[in-house]
């Protein structure tokens, strides 16, 4: 079990810590060389540099630091304490640098929002960031219900995945008001706008969820009091969050769900796909918006799911169905997007699930006859996982068109797999397929690209979304239903 915490305001940044008898002075924004925890066998130490984003002290009265390792996925942030610190090197400060009015103030210091057990540590927000800290805080309060009431007007919230810094919609996004926000959702076709929004410091430390305890990754707005659990518990079925054991036993004994709220529209074996619409069952998709920003870097959380619909692809037993992973998309989508979010848990990635979503996502834009694409820019897993999928289904047909000894183009193949001639053509990029011949632009396939698909195509061939199965009609959506009022 794992070390309980209190939820006591942190120390101040510049609190003095002793170390061997010396004072030591570490403030939010050194940045420093500390330990890396590595597995039993693994006896050498390694030590990377990283940023520390909070400081708290534990119930044990030790002082204990949130640290960025630099240069690397923001997932293997954690809690250090003094001992994994290298305090025998250079330590980086935050450079402090005078306003106009001839104040001091740390550039490199993080603002760490929404965080409710770091509150002595936090920044000092602009006027735009403020306005979304009161609305995660609002989003987080320990009186959020967790059971849908008849007639219930609030509203719920989605996300999507980007990487980096990238704000596609300009730096002015930030000072949406709430009303904004939602309008411009809806019209520009991508979820994330402000991420300013995104926490810097994880509050949950792990989840129970089925049979699997997983270790969360990034922080996602649950209401306050769960950050002192060591473990939040998450019912498989319905989604409800509980702050033990004792009553998510109490709410399993109550609860008659025990499949997604929505219609299944395929089942091959045991893998099944449910269909969800988020004005619908806004309860159900906030509880999964909540989950998935655990373990999803630049999904920030907003206040509704109307204009979305939501796939979860689930594995049958003799108890239900199991969630294993999902991907959100446009109800109505200007750029084109069949795809706005996707997500296979932890506990079942690395066995082809989500390259079983993307199909299935290419899948239902066959049937739509429409040519489809992701919501860019994509998250480091995710192009992954599209590259890998792109060049499986290109190849293929680029080798059934050969041995039919068939000429075709990107326009055809785009045809042919719904996917989008932009996606085809970087593609074939990365394979290095595009060759000059005689003054023009051929696709030419080589040994080693050829070897890859047989590998992959072996590997994946037990992973693969049969048309048969798959019983869905294209949902058509009036004017009025897409005013979400």
């Not at 998450?234 to 709410?251: D, P």
Request: a neutral charge; proline letters at 5%.
């Amino acid at each position: 079990m794992s070390q309980r915490f209190s939820a006591s305001p942190s120390p101040r940044p510049e609190t003095p810590t002793h170390v061997n008898g010396t004072t030591l002075d570490l403030s939010i924004g050194c940045k420093l060389f500390v330990e890396v925890k590595k597995g039993k066998k693994e006896q050498q130490k390694e030590f990377r540099k990283a940023e520390i984003l909070s400081i708290r002290t534990n119930n044990a009265g030790h002082t204990e630091y949130y640290v960025h390792f630099m240069e690397f996925n923001k997932r293997l942030d954690e809690w250090v304490g003094i001992e994994r610190l290298d305090l025998s090197r250079e330590i980086e400060r935050p450079v402090k640098k005078r306003t106009g009015k001839g104040g001091i103030r740390e550039t490199d210091t993080p603002p760490c929002i929404g965080s409710p057990m770091r509150d002595g540590s936090r920044t000092p927000a602009s006027v735009g960031q403020k306005r979304k800290i009161s609305s995660l805080e609002d989003f987080s309060n320990p009186t959020t219900p967790l059971i849908e009431q008849p007639n219930d007007d609030y509203e719920s919230v989605d996300g999507n995945v980007t990487p980096g810094n990238a704000t596609p919609l300009g730096p002015m996004a930030a000072t949406f008001s709430k009303e904004q926000e939602i309008e411009r959702l809806r019209t520009s076709g991508s979820m994330t706008q402000s991420h300013s929004e995104i926490s810097r410091v994880k509050n949950l430390e792990k989840i129970h969820f089925g049979e699997y305890d997983v270790e969360t990754w990034y922080f996602s707005p649950y209401p306050r009091e769960y950050s002192e659990a060591a473990v939040v518990y998450i019912c498989e079925f319905c989604l409800f969050h509980f702050i033990s054991e004792k009553q998510l036993r109490r709410h399993c004994l109550k609860c008659v769900v025990r499949h997604p709220p929505g219609n299944e529209i395929y089942r091959c074996d045991d893998i099944s796909f449910f269909e969800i619409d988020g004005n619908k069952q806004k309860v159900y998709c906030r509880n999964l918006c909540l989950l998935s920003k655990l373990f999803l870097d630049h999904k920030t959380l907003y206040y509704d799911v109307d204009p979305f619909l939501f796939y979860i692809m689930c594995k049958q037993d003799e108890y239900g169905c199991h969630m294993i992973g999902y991907f959100s998309k446009e109800k109505e989508s200007t750029e084109g997007y069949n795809l706005a979010c996707i997500l296979t848990l932890p506990q079942h990635q690395r066995k082809g699930f989500g390259r079983l979503l993307i199909a299935f996502s290419y899948e239902l834009s066959k049937k739509e006859g429409k040519v489809g694409s992701p919501e860019k820019p994509l998250s480091d897993l995710g192009l992954l996982s599209y590259r890998s999928y792109w060049s499986e289904v290109i190849v293929e047909l680029l080798l059934e068109t050969k041995e039919l000894n068939e000429d075709i183009a990107i326009e055809d193949i785009s045809a042919r797999t719904s996917i989008a001639t932009t996606d085809i053509i970087q593609t074939l990029q990365t394979l290095g397929a595009i060759k000059p011949y005689k003054g023009q632009q051929i696709i030419c396939l080589s040994d080693g690209v050829i070897a890859s698909y047989h590998k992959a195509k072996e590997k994946h061939k037990n992973r693969r979304i049969e048309e048969s199965c798959l019983q869905w009609t294209p949902p058509h959506f009036t004017s009025n239903q897409l005013r979400y009022i």
